[in-house]
């Protein structure tokens, strides 16, 4: 069975800090995909980054990073220099090689404030 | 190009009332999944459509959920009768073919049974 852990319920900052949101899954297959969505208040989820589970390559895009670990099962996302629009719940999501569906973690409400 | 649209985004019903969610995924998307949040849990598989074939429907919790995708293109979902514990976020979303793609989210229904 497939599990995605997201440990941190809320976390609050102050604008401009940097904050990094922990994702732990668990899976028996040694082919999978690793996602990051946001959801903004508007309520859609949007799409922020794909990863499979062969490219343990760190990303960067802009202002957000990616940090895949196989070793702890474990893909962190940290943003820096936060800002009021990162505002959003952000959940971590995972795709097995011989499956179709998404197993998601619980989200991370993150709150950006001035 | 449009991204996937749900109808509506807000749905108020009383308990043992019929309610419909509608689904219009990406224009030539294949795989169209409906997940379901829960108070503030996490998201959850409802079941996946290939064009308008049923390919996985082991999330669906009870008999009261119908899902369609006629002519697979868009698809309607009907609960009826509808429970209190029904009540939650509904989101739809869409795949290309190929393996190595994401999907992409409406906005969600958030629906309320009274």
């Known amino acids: 069975a497939q599990k995605v852990t997201q440990a941190q319920t809320e976390i609050s900052v102050v604008e401009k800090e940097d904050v990094t949101l922990d994702c732990v899954y668990e899976t028996r297959d040694t082919t999978y995909y690793l996602f990051w969505y946001k959801q903004p208040p508007s309520g859609e989820l949007v799409f922020l980054i794909r990863?499979?589970?062969?490219?343990?390559q760190n990303e960067i895009s802009g202002r957000y990073s990616w940090n895949f670990q196989k070793s702890t099962s474990s893909f962190n996302f940290t943003i820096t220099a936060s800002q009021v629009v990162d505002s959003a719940v952000y959940f971590c999501a995972l795709r097995t090689g011989g499956g179709n569906k998404l197993t998601f973690g619980t989200g991370t409400q993150l709150k950006v404030e001035l | 190009e449009a991204g996937v649209t749900q109808f509506p985004s807000h749905s108020v019903i009383e308990k043992g009332q019929t309610v419909t969610l509608r689904c219009d995924p990406i224009?030539?998307?294949?795989?169209l999944y409906w997940y379901r949040r829960v108070m503030g849990k996490e998201i959850k598989f409802l079941l996946h459509f290939v064009k308008e074939s049923k390919q996985d429907e082991s999330g669906m919790p009870n008999n009261r959920f119908l899902a369609e995708r006629t002519g697979g293109t868009y698809s309607t979902l009907k609960v009826q009768p509808a429970e209190l514990e029904d009540s939650g976020v509904y989101f739809c979303?869409?795949?290309?073919?190929?393996?190595?793609?994401?999907?992409?989210f409406g906005q969600g229904t958030r629906l309320t049974v009274v």
């Open positions: 979303a869409s795949r290309g073919a190929h393996w190595d793609t994401e999907a992409f």
């Open positions: 224009s030539g998307h294949d795989n």
């Open positions: 990863r499979n589970s062969f490219d343990e």
